[in-house]
């Protein structure tokens, strides 16, 4: 009864709008100027340069913005002489900002449990002056210290304005960073701190205890610099080996302060950072990039962007993963201010935000971010659920609303009396002030981008690159109001297409072409740390210009901008011959509210696939108390044969709206209870599956599935 009043006002509703859409249809013509929006947005973006016989070469038309031949004038080609370029321009604007932290204070939870809380005042801001001085004499600390020039230094540290200083501090000094990210484990730290020789380490102080137990396992590490924490001092060193000289980053800074020691400053051709992927598959692999790679690319992101007085942009993104690194950097070079926050701080809600105060967010109001799929799948099944739990009139109201914003901006008309009405709330989560987000990492679906984009009020593009391409490849830009696309090929770079006969995608594929992903330009790796073999095989040089194989499969549209449709390693053939892309599979299925990760697996000699599904930890008891089961624990609920039946069906039905085919829908699933982060080991720090690592872990409920 209440699906068909439901219908009813919905109905009513629109013919009301329709009304009035008539009527102000006029004022918004000249207001939002759609036709200028429209064909902008028809434009063609990239153009066939090269073709053969089993390949495609793309080439964007994008130029370059006033700023990109500034740095080109100035001969800008090192991260060194960029902060100094910029210093020297911006010289007292904000540059890095951090929230400071006030106090630590108990707080009494409803079920009598204590939690520690933070107290947070304002953000603290550095100039550009300031942060180029903090840079300069942390590298000349690091000289004093004995580190000489070309010899690689790791930072193994959260994301905060201290990494952005020491990064450049080692970028005047021409000494090599080598960046772990935090959330990887004890093994692979080690590996990477091994491979490349590193004895110096710079960390923070909630990570210095974690880094003590790597020390038994790095046995050439001689010195330990940590980033002091606002309220707790180091009492004492007990634990440490013998040998280990502990140091304070602000004592780094006074040597440097009072040295004489001259910088040594990099050509473009050496190594600015040995970069170590968390990797999907075995251990992890040290990605060289030179200068000139980072300048590429940071030349690539200062045109794909227009930024706007009173911008801010929000670091939360690891630094360790080049596109973060980039991002800011950018931000910093076009005087746009970076606040520094953190998952336990970021909103009202977040954990360690004591109840009644404010999360770095709405303090800090940020109007750019840089963001990963898994964060903005989050957000979108997050909106899902409270629209879910509304009332009545009120979910009508937000359904109406959704539909109605979603056909306007189609056609390139705002809609600000909804935005304003509706989905400010949904604004307020983030500051109120964000307008756009740029998504890289990995595929974003397109009904995340779709929802996130609408609710949010903002522009969100999807970007596309790797470590080995430094981040860059293709990327959407404002006027493009497609959903699930990766843009164009940036300024220069050139993206090919070429025959993978094996999973047939080819370049004379109808209506469009596809095939595997190659990128070439100044963007590209020299290649894998000690690796010399597997650098043979995924890079090349073909008429003085660099390439890498990215194991993506792409499809391009008539305008010249691209989607990734598929991936090498991920495609898997049943008994009966069908081929099933294991990531395109999973990309939908965890679209399902209902579904915090899930694993697909596929095996050749079986004609079906099977899935690991980890259900969310506040979704699945709602889930069971609609089966009429209650009263079991989330552990409980995941062994449960009723639930996991009654989840193998949801899934199924979901697969079908996301026009699966049947082979591609799970026909057995598994329900885990384990949480699947970077920590656990069954992800990477950007959540990616390590398929190999979940298939060895386990391994018997695979079994077991294709034996039910």
């Not at 000094?173 to 990477?192: C, F, S």
């Not at 990963?372 to 509304?390: F, Q, S, T």
């Not at 591609?664 to 982060?677: F, H, M, N, Y």
Request: glycine share 8%.
């Amino acid at each position: 009864m209440e699906g068909i009043a439901f219908n009813f006002a919905l109905s009513s509703l629109k013919v009301i709008s329709f009304v009035l859409d008539v009527i102000t249809f006029p004022i918004y013509f000249i207001l939002d100027n759609p036709l200028e929006a429209r064909r902008k947005a028809k434009e063609v973006r990239a153009t066939v340069i090269d073709r053969g016989p089993n390949y495609i070469t793309y080439r964007g038309k994008q130029q370059p913005t006033e700023f990109h031949i500034e740095l080109l004038k100035n001969g800008i080609d090192t991260m060194a002489k960029m902060l100094d370029y910029c210093s020297k321009k911006r010289k007292n604007g904000k540059c890095l900002g951090t929230r400071e932290v006030l106090a630590e204070e108990d707080e009494i939870q409803p079920n009598g449990k204590v939690y520690k809380k933070f107290v947070l005042g304002d953000y603290k801001w550095q100039t550009y002056e300031e942060v180029n001085t903090l840079a300069t004499n942390f590298g000349r600390g690091l000289r004093e210290l004995g580190i000489e020039s070309r010899k690689n230094v790791a930072i193994f540290s959260e994301t905060r304005a201290e990494w952005m200083i020491a990064a450049h501090g080692l970028f005047k000094q021409n000494i090599p960073l080598v960046t772990i990210y935090a959330t990887l484990g004890d093994e692979a730290i080690a590996h990477a701190i091994n491979e490349t020789e590193v004895t110096t380490v710079i960390t923070s102080f909630e990570l210095l205890l974690k880094f003590k137990q790597i020390l038994s396992l790095t046995p050439q590490i001689k010195t330990i610099i940590y980033i002091e924490d606002q309220l707790k001092k180091l009492d004492d060193t007990n634990g440490f080996k013998n040998g280990i000289n502990i140091i304070k980053f602000k004592d780094v800074i006074e040597k440097g302060k009072n040295s004489n020691v001259g910088e040594q400053a990099p050509t473009k051709d050496d190594i600015a950072i040995i970069m170590y992927t968390s990797g999907s598959t075995g251990i992890p692999k040290g990605v060289i990039l030179q200068h000139k790679n980072l300048i590429a690319t940071f030349k690539s992101f200062c045109d794909l962007t227009r930024m706007i007085d009173g911008d801010v942009m929000m670091g939360y993104l690891p630094l360790a993963h080049v596109f973060e690194l980039l991002v800011e950097s950018v931000c910093m070079a076009l005087g746009v201010p970076v606040g520094y926050s953190g998952p336990l701080t970021l909103i009202d809600s977040a954990s360690k935000i004591k109840k009644g105060s404010k999360g770095d967010a709405t303090v800090l109001r940020p109007t750019y971010m840089s963001a990963v799929p898994l964060i903005l799948d989050r957000i979108a099944k997050g909106i899902h659920d409270k629209v879910e739990n509304m009332n009545f009139i009120t979910r009508l109201l937000f359904r109406f609303a959704f539909e109605y914003k979603l056909r306007w901006q189609k056609m390139h008309f705002s809609t600000p009396l909804v935005d304003r009405i509706v989905f400010s709330k949904v604004q307020k989560i983030i500051g109120g002030r964000l307008r756009m987000i740029i998504s890289g990492g990995a595929p974003l679906t397109a009904e995340t981008q779709e929802q996130i984009k609408t609710c949010m009020c903002i522009t969100l593009l999807q970007g596309y690159g790797l470590t080995e391409t430094t981040a860059a490849a293709a990327c959407q830009d404002e006027y493009d109001n497609t959903f699930g696309r990766i843009g164009a090929p940036l300024n220069g770079i050139d993206i090919k297409l070429v025959n993978w006969e094996e999973g047939n995608y080819l370049v004379t594929d109808k209506p469009n072409p596809r095939g595997e992903i190659v990128v070439g330009g100044d963007n590209i790796s020299i290649g894998y740390y000690k690796l010399p073999e597997k650098t043979k095989e995924d890079f090349y040089e073909e008429n003085g210009r660099r390439w890498f194989k990215t194991g993506d499969i792409g499809e391009v549209d008539s305008d010249g901008s691209f989607r990734i449709i598929d991936r090498k390693k991920d495609l898997v053939k049943l008994q009966a011959g069908e081929y099933i892309s294991l990531g395109k599979v999973e990309s939908s299925l965890k679209t399902l509210p209902l579904v915090e990760n899930l694993c697909v697996y596929g095996d050749s000699t079986k004609n079906f696939c099977v899935a690991l599904v980890v259900p969310r930890l506040d979704e699945l008891p709602k889930f069971a108390e609609r089966l009429g089961i209650t009263g079991m624990s989330f552990e409980e609920l995941c062994d449960d044969e009723q639930v996991r039946k009654a989840v193998t069906e949801a899934l199924a039905e979901h697969g079908r709206k996301c026009k699966l085919h049947r082979f591609e829908i799970p026909t057995v699933v598994k329900l885990i209870s384990e949480i699947w982060d970077p920590e656990s080991g069954l992800v990477t720090a950007a959540f990616k599956l390590k398929r190999k690592d979940i298939q060895e872990r386990y391994r018997n409920e695979i079994k077991r599935m294709y034996s039910s």
